[in-house]
């Protein structure tokens, strides 16, 4: 089969020949051969159905670490992670159409209904943690297989919501800036040692007794700023002082729930 240079491949393809050399640096689309004396790129017309998904997925605003992850994949798990970026990319824009009504209604002196804040003591307990710096679009990756690990019958936790495991944000994140994020998970006492020993990975740490306030977020909001705002605002109204590393505990898995089924809870801690 005939080669192409990179300049007739970045023609048929659509693609300029700066961003084909970007995705063969990124292990992308690496070209079919290249010159062992001079560097120059050959591509195969085979690799045309691929650099043209490449175009497409970019168009998209897909991330190039996520596009390689998606060709990656045989073609119909393809058109599944297609569906889960694209449902999370309309969960952000409405995200963004709430955030635009929250300033907007600042800038006009109008007040915007915030949640229902409720609080709470929770008991001093045994916690099993681990954490890693992530964007805001990492958290689904690190925490889902640890969520689904240490939820279940085999972690002897204690009852009620003081046994849930939940996510503890150490900063502000973004898409474009990471922050701490460490996945927590009750554990009772007296199971501790047995547990940590399974999981020398994460490390045990006691979580005071102490007073948290608290907002239920449903699904159709848990995208958006309301929960941290009602928060912050009940917290200046009250004179409150608290930890501002927020919790957040999942109730439901949000992919089986309706927008009006309450998935987490947002905490916060009081001094």
Partial sequence: MELLTIGAFARLSRLSPKALRLYDDLGLLPPEHVDGDTGYRWYSPAQLARARQVSWLRQLDMPLARIRKVLDLPPPARADELEAYWHEREQGRRAQRELVGFLVNQLRGKGNTMYEVSVRDMPARSLLTVGEQLRADQIGEFASPLFTLFGGPGIPRPEGIAGVPFLRYHGEMSNDSDALVEF??????????????????????????????FVSVPKADMMTVLGFESLNQWVLDHDERADWKPRQTFLLDPTGAEDTDVVYQLAIRLS
């Fill in 184 to 213: 927590c998970c009750p554990v009772d006492d007296a199971a501790v040692e047995e547990v940590a020993g399974r999981h020398p990975d994460m490390t045990v740490t006691v979580d005071r007794a102490g007073r948290e306030a």
